[in-house]
């Protein structure tokens, strides 16, 4: 390179130039990896390349902390999307690290612990619909032990007091559970009171006939108590078949024929 | 174990990490994805993903410009 001092200008030879440009593009190529190291004994155009390379340099940082906080973000991403991958397989316990809760990029901050407050949440509202299933399932069945007491009013007596609707499930209940205590008591006779029944349709009918037949399968003798006047009328306009059970007044009655058969059969022995 | 691959040579990192992260829910735990990247700064940045989400790199193989990383899930 020389310089015209009359006109001002600076040049610089063919090879010089060439060298340039081919410096330049290896830079651009390795992503500012590269500097310019070019031989001149030129002292102007070493002292371009320096000025290009501090450039460079420059660019280089930035472009380094752009790629740093770029490389950040797509790893705070992955976290938090590693997260909710995590949540969606059923693990709420999972949460995202300290390193994206406490990123430098505010926005990432703020998606991070949002993103784990509502894990949080959506957790202790299932914790919470849990304990909620668990009490209900509890209270549902204490109600269902409440519906089928069975009381042993005397040696070999079983009394099962029935107080509201029956239904199929219920009637279910009830005979499980008594066929349970015969077996349990080897009890001989069980009555059945249904005084606490107001409504009787023949499909209720039907479920108090199947308890007492499965009763007497297992060799009980079963007697129905407490037929209110209302029922019994029902029960006749339905053309309800009660034929083949014992009923009874009430539970005195019913107490007073089983001792009465009781005393029957030791006598006969 | 089964080997997934992804072919993530023309992309500019991140893009590679965050397909990586993108193959989370069809690769199970045990197996292994096979990444092949031409990004200069690929195996710097597939290290600190797997530093970060707990997975294990296995192998790291250069073949010219192209980084080949193996990571199990």
Redesign the interface.
Known sequence: MSENSEQGMVSITRAEYDALISGLARISD??M?ERLDIKSSNPTFNGLQAAINALVDDADKVLAAD?DA??N???S???C??VL?SV?QGNLEARI?E?SINSADELMRQFAGTLNATIADIESQIETIQRQQNTQAAMENLVRQLQTPILQLWDDVLALPVIGMVDSRRSQDMMETLLQEIVAHRSKYVIIDITGVEIVDTRTADHFVKVMKSAELLGTRCVMTGIRPAVAQTLVELGVDLSSIRTLRNLEEGLRDCLRDMDARKGAH | MTTHSLDAKGMR??QP??K???M??QVAPGDVLEVSADC??FEE?VR??CD??NKTLLAVTKDGDVTVAQIQF
């Open positions: 390795r992503e990896t790629r770029t490389m973000m797509a790893l991403m992955s976290e999307f590693a991958d969606r690290g390193e | 990192c991140p990490i965050l990586i992260t993108a989370l829910p200069a700064t940045d600190k993903w970060r989400m």
